[in-house]
């Protein structure tokens, strides 16, 4: 392994702890110990992965997975002592991938960072699903460059995340198809991801705040469909 994590914990002892195990791991380690450094880091050398604790001085670990979620799905996996369900799902729900509670075990940290690595790279490795000679899927004013991977609103380019165009393209591949949460999770996602089925409608409400003209509509207790609109 050779991928960089982020640790952003406050927590002296807790930081060189985990970043030791994960250094024992093969990993390359960045211990920070507030979300505003975190920042910086993300904007001047961004890590592979982030361990990301909740309490921190400061900006804390639920507005830094807000903020890195507008622009990237870079794996999160939060370390917290609040292990009330309604924290987890926040945490879930506001982006993370997985979320871990103090006390832990550090070789329980580390597998979820193997796995989540693992993951990782062969999301970004992977390629567009086959759609024949089609490199553009159109929906209303929305396109879709699939070979570019760029998503335009009225010919203006709009940024989107690699899971947000993923979610695009699969509803935008088959309109009018209802698609359960499970299989919008295990196609985005991967179907070895643990966590909730929360994270897909995080991701929907993000596009449609980007997107407000895509009628991604709820199938209420089921999942979401794309209305088709033509030309």
Sequence with gaps: MNATVGIVEDDQHIRELVEAYLQKEGYETIAIDTAEKAWDLWQE?????????IMLPGMNGYEFCTRIRQESDVPIIIISARDEEVDKVLGLELGSDDYLTKPFSPRELVARVNRMAKRWEKYQKSTPEE?????????????LSLKERRVFLQGK?????????????????EPNRAFSRDELLNRVWGDDYFGSDRAV???VKRLRKKLPDVQIETVWGYGYRLRDRED
Excluded: Y
């Design 131 to 143: 759609n024949g000679d089609q490199d553009t899927l159109k929906n209303g004013d929305v396109s």
């Design 157 to 173: 380019e709009v940024e989107t995340t690699s899971k947000e165009f993923h979610m695009l393209e699969i509803l935008m591949q």
């Design 45 to 53: 050398s961004p890590p592979d992965i982030f361990v990301l604790d």
């Design 201 to 203: 409608d995080d991701l």
